[in-house]
């Protein structure tokens, strides 16, 4: 089936806004992680979903993120008021099993705050 | 913050000749696994090791773990301009409650001249 996929590909925003970034994991996929990566260094894990809820969320920096999966599927990772220091690209993973085996990466969201 | 360092941070080699890149974790863990990524955008799952092993093939990849120095080696033989990517590697450790947590390293950067 369909790998995981991320949208939008792309975002620009202006300091102070508010963004959402979608997550449509690999069908039954139950584990759902989001990680963010910035130039030149390894993706930074944010929060990871088992199912409908936060497993663990202790990557988030602030709590100008949030994220949900209201349904079990879908993700939406929610920043408010942006700053430039958020601009990176956000990166959603999914895997079959509770975390702990091969996770499938989306291709990412480069956000870059103005 | 990432656990995960690799060594060397970058390294060009010719096509054709074997390379081997480094990576050490500080915790202990369930497994590690490593990655490709092109471009800054989606991860390739390449191979995971779990912790119990020591050594893992997978066609012309080869990765060895040491649980007691905390450390891991990938090496790709016959190097082909294809490989030309960063290389990560993600150590994942269990951080309670039915939670996994995948923690990167900031990644060779591979360069295979044709």
């Known amino acids: 089936g369909a790998g995981v996929s991320q949208t939008p590909s792309n975002k620009v925003t202006e300091k102070g806004k508010y963004v959402e970034l979608r997550c449509d994991p690999i069908?039954?996929?139950?584990?759902l992680y989001w990680y963010r990566q910035s130039l030149g260094q390894g993706p930074e894990f944010l929060i990871y979903?088992?199912?409908?809820?936060?497993?663990?969320d202790s990557g988030l920096p602030n709590d100008r993120f949030f994220a949900v999966r209201p349904e079990g599927s879908v993700s939406t990772l929610k920043i408010q008021r942006t700053e430039r220091g958020d601009s990176a690209v956000y990166l959603c993973?999914?895997?079959?099993?509770?975390?702990?085996?091969?996770?499938?990466f989306g291709p990412g969201t480069r956000l870059t705050v103005l | 913050s990432q656990q995960g360092e690799e060594d060397p941070q970058a390294l060009s080699i010719q096509e054709g000749e074997n390379a081997t890149m480094n990576c050490s974790y500080k915790t202990s863990i369930n497994n590690l696994q490593w990655y490709r990524q092109n471009s800054g955008r989606g991860l390739v799952h390449l191979i995971l090791i779990r912790s119990n092993e020591r050594e893992k093939h997978s066609g012309r990849l080869r990765v060895t773990l040491d649980t007691s120095k905390k450390s891991s080696s990938l090496l790709i033989t016959a190097s082909r301009a294809a490989d030309t990517a960063s290389y990560f590697c993600a150590s994942i450790s269990y951080s309670g409650a039915g939670s996994y947590q995948l923690t990167f390293g900031k990644g060779t950067k591979l360069s295979v001249i044709p």
């Open positions: 993973a999914s895997s079959s099993l509770a975390g702990g085996d091969t996770q499938y």
């Open positions: 979903f088992q199912g409908t809820g936060a497993a663990d």
């Open positions: 069908s039954g996929h139950t584990a």
